[in-house]
């Protein structure tokens, strides 16, 4: 079978060559944890004030503004629910992202299909952060995952389960500037699955749109005039003739296993390190047999049998947690990756087990803050992007489940950051505000029992710290996880139509 379609996990296969891996970094004296957090049911994605007093978070069924401030003591300044229920076919549901530009916030949903359910983007004035004045509403016809604000324009990731295009909207007016898609790129991508190569994520630096396409890979896009945007240049974009051969089975497989699956881009200051979030999971399969593992291919049978005979088989973990790449892309035709950070290593990488993968970060001033759902949030030096050094790293996997990790501002002597943790079972969602220095947790928690990690086919390996020692803060040794590479099943898209009309202006 391809190796895009079926891959097990072997040591550092993903990542061999000459990129490198983080290693860790001395702590300040005392222990490493949060400053303070508040409650926020559904919280998912959250952005910062440019000035860094005022937290902006999606939450699912509508938005919340913080005041951080006081970061030990953030509090909510306004909570907005149940937005658009007076339409009839709201209210909006299922917001998963916001994004700023200046003082205006784009809140869109639903991340994910929802038959009958209005779907599109909420333009909201946050000049004053207690009482945001809801400005504008875009009807359309797809779910948005995502999006970015940028010039007065909003970047919308327009699964329509066709083309897939990125739209772009003038935010004042609501009208239709661009779009882009794979498909007009190369024909060839309209025979692939769109799950495959749903566009999950955007960035924007400079008129350059970098987008997060799944096992399409990551694309960048000038479009600095978007009616005719120009494809740059790709990291590893897959082969879309043996994408578009997959059976269903294959694609759910791919969908969640090494390699591709790009979830989550941005890039530092300078435009010029792209940061890759592989988000992925293990399968348990069959080690003699691939093909015969169930469609959900999240469990197997304890037996099999054929006529009287009764047999075991013998089964394998597929896959594991995905890392961030760290990539040069100065020259966007030629982009080079510069090294990889590891996942924290989990006792159970199973869809249903812990969750360690990567998820949402951000780039500020050569530090990398990354979130990895109960694996914890982690800042790390990035100034050298062949050499990451990981500063701090704090986790409770009892309570938290983190979204995303943003820089706020700097305080005092150091700074803050924030992360967003969305909950899970009966532990509310809530944001976290973190002291923006080197650090050690005191008795770190286990991520929890162990349970499927040994039969992996590779397991988690102590790492000794890089040849190259010179850093900010002096480095230590410490154990990492092999980064296995990648992989979510992207959710069943929409059906195909019009992209998208938009809803006439309200006024408060």
């Known amino acids: 079978m391809d190796r895009r379609q079926f891959l097990r996990v072997t040591g550092g296969a993903l990542f061999a060559g000459s990129v490198g891996a983080s290693h860790r970094a001395a702590a300040h004296p005392g222990p490493f944890e949060p400053l303070g957090r508040v ?10 004030s440019a000035d860094g007093q005022t937290a902006f978070v999606a939450a699912t069924t509508g938005y919340v503004t913080v005041d951080i401030s006081t970061p030990d003591r953030p509090t909510l300044l306004a909570e907005r629910r149940n937005r658009l229920s007076d339409h009839d076919d709201g209210p909006l549901r299922g917001i998963f992202d916001v994004k700023l530009d200046g003082d205006t916030l784009l809140v869109v949903g639903p991340a994910n299909p929802i038959p009958g359910a209005v779907s599109g983007v909420l333009v909201v004035d946050v000049s004053d952060p207690s009482d945001p004045s809801e400005q504008a509403f875009y009807e359309t016809n797809f779910p948005i995952h995502n999006c970015f604000a940028a010039d007065g324009r909003a970047y919308l990731t327009a699964n329509d389960g066709d083309e897939n295009p990125l739209v772009v909207l003038d935010v004042e007016t609501g009208d239709e500037l661009g779009r882009w898609s794979l498909v007009s790129e190369d024909s060839q991508w309209a025979e692939v699955g769109s799950s495959v190569r749903a566009i999950h994520d955007v960035w924007v630096h400079d008129d350059v749109v970098f987008i ?3 096992d399409a890979g990551t694309w960048m896009v000038d479009v600095s005039d978007p009616e005719n945007p120009t494809t740059l240049g790709s990291i590893s974009p897959g082969d879309p003739a043996e994408l578009a051969g997959l059976s ?10 090494p390699p591709g699956n790009h979830h989550y881009v941005a890039t530092d200051d300078s435009g010029d390190l792209l940061g890759i979030g592989i988000e992925s999971w293990a399968l348990e399969v069959e080690r ?3 093909e015969s593992s169930q469609g959900d291919e999240t469990a ?16 394998e973990l597929v896959g594991g947690p995905g890392g961030v790449e760290l990539w ?5 035709t030629a982009p080079v990756q510069r090294s990889t950070i590891d996942p924290p290593a989990s006792p159970d990488p199973t869809l249903g087990g812990v969750w360690t993968t990567a998820h949402n970060f951000d780039f500020h001033d050569g530090r990398l803050y990354t979130s990895w759902y109960r694996g914890g949030v982690k800042r790390h030096d990035v100034s050298d992007p062949s050499d990451p050094v990981e500063l701090a790293w704090w ?3 009892d309570r938290t489940n983190f979204w995303t990790a943003q820089y706020a501002y700097p305080f005092a002597d150091e700074g803050v950051f924030v992360a967003s943790s969305w909950g899970f079972d009966d532990v509310p969602g809530a944001l976290y505000t973190f002291p923006d220095h080197a650090g050690e947790q005191l008795d770190p928690p286990e991520l929890g029992p162990k349970t499927k990690t040994d039969s992996l086919v590779n397991t988690p390996t102590e790492t000794t710290q890089s040849s190259n020692g010179s850093a900010p803060e002096t480095a230590t040794s410490a154990t990492n996880a092999p980064g296995f590479g990648v992989g979510v099943g992207a959710a069943a898209l929409g059906a195909a139509g019009l992209w998208y009309r938009h809803h006439a202006r309200r006024e408060d």
């Open 328 to 332: 040069d892309v100065s020259d966007p």
């Open 288 to 290: 003699d047999d691939e």
């Open 300 to 315: 197997q049978d304890d037996e099999t049998t054929q006529g009287t005979e009764t047999t075991t088989p013998q089964t």
């Open 248 to 257: 269903g089975r294959e694609r759910r497989r791919v969908g969640r296993t």
């Open 395 to 397: 986790r409770d996997p």
């Open 212 to 214: 997060a396409h799944w």
């Open 39 to 48: 409650d926020i049911e559904g919280a998912k994605e959250a952005v910062c």
